[in-house]
């Protein structure tokens, strides 16, 4: 199970930091993903990094301004998110495949995904 939390309302500008716990099972060799959905439209990926190590990825619209991290001793995940703009507002879930050393073009495909947080919002507003 998957249990995201550190949503909320934000200015833009502003940052938040989400977080993805996870129980039940060990996160370490896991591939993670960030994903988000505004109302009305489709799910989109934010974030993601293989079970196997190395490389994080983010799409284009948050590179630079997102961070995605985890703290394998707390079973935790993070999404750290800088800079943020009203076109961030959306529903973020987090989601773990033990796929540890998924095919990178499908990083970003839900469908891979077997286990997904709840979502927490966020919304970007003045």
């Known amino acids: 199970q998957l249990q995201a939390s550190g949503g909320g309302l934000v200015q833009p500008g502003g940052s938040l930091r989400l977080s993805c716990a996870a129980s039940?099972?060990?996160?370490?060799?896991?591939?993670i993903g960030w994903f988000r959905q505004a109302p009305g439209t489709e799910r989109e990926w934010v974030s993601g990094?293989?079970?196997?190590?190395?490389?994080?990825y983010y799409a284009d619209s948050v590179k630079g301004r997102f961070t995605m991290s985890r703290d394998n001793a707390k079973n935790t995940v993070y999404l750290q998110m800088n800079s943020l703009e009203p076109e961030d507002t959306a529903v973020y879930f987090c989601?773990?495949?033990?796929?540890?050393?998924?095919?990178?073009?499908?990083?970003?495909?839900?469908?891979?995904?077997?286990?997904w947080g709840q979502g927490t919002l966020v919304t970007v507003s003045s």
């Open positions: 990094r293989r079970g196997s190590g190395g490389t994080t």
């Open positions: 989601a773990a495949t033990s796929v540890w050393h998924i095919i990178l073009s499908r990083l970003g495909d839900g469908t891979q995904y077997d286990h």
């Open positions: 039940g099972f060990t996160l370490d060799y896991y591939t």
